[in-house]
Structure formats: C-alpha cells, structure tokens
C-alpha cells in the first residue's frame, strides 16, 4: 500500500524550529516531487515548498522563503522540511504529498494525513 507519514509537528514557542519529516513506502520515491503544502483553519490549502525527484531542485512559498529548508534522503525514503524562526501564522495542518512533475501547480498522486504545528506568540 501507498503511504506518506508527516511527523514532526507539534507546539512551539514563536522564533522557535521543527523538523517535519515525510516518510514515504510503496511506490518509486526517488521518482517522485514531493510537496508540502498547509492548511489553517478556514483559510485554503496553500503550497510551502516542494522538491524534485533527485533533489536538486527546490521551491519556497515566500511565507517561509528564507526561514525553511527543504531536503530529501532517497536512500530513506524520507524528505525533511526543517522551519525555523516560526510565526503564529505557521500555525496550520501541513501535508506532504507525492507527484510526477516539479511544482505546485501540478497533480499529486499521493497525499499524507497531516501533522500540525502550533506556534505560540
């Protein structure tokens, strides 16, 4: 079976750092993009930033550009979101997903179930 597991998530102070991790098992990994993407409440699903297939490509939503960093480990199967200097507004559910091609605007076949950060002030 498909899986994609977020972890990482969890409650912190403001200008603190988390370390989402996407842990992916029954499909190619290493052929896909990966995404991640947010949700707050009663706002839309918004892009944060996404990875190619080898890693050697990366996208940042300009919310986090600067603060955040995006990595992959093929050999684990596992892609990293490291975010530091967090704000309240990254409070969200964040998600990552798998695709085919690089970007956001494109379809992901392959969606985990969330992990939430919470960002005290």
């Known amino acids: 079976d498909v899986q994609l597991q977020a972890s990482g998530g969890g409650l912190v102070q403001a200008g603190g750092s988390l370390r989402l991790s996407c842990a992916a098992s029954?499909?190619?990994?290493?052929?896909?993009?990966i995404g991640w993407f947010r949700q707050a409440p009663g706002k839309e699903r918004e892009g944060v930033s996404c990875i190619s297939s080898s890693g050697g490509s990366t996208l940042y939503a300009d919310s986090v550009k600067g603060r955040s960093t995006i990595s992959r480990d093929n050999a684990k199967n596992t892609v990293y979101l490291q975010m530091n200097s967090l704000k309240p507004e990254d409070k969200a559910v964040y998600y990552c997903?798998?695709?085919?091609?690089?970007?956001?605007?494109?379809?992901?076949?392959?969606w985990g179930q969330g992990t939430l950060v919470t960002v005290s002030s």
């Open positions: 997903a798998a695709g085919p091609s690089f970007g956001w605007d494109n379809e992901y076949d392959y």
């Open positions: 029954g499909f190619a990994f290493d052929e896909y993009a």
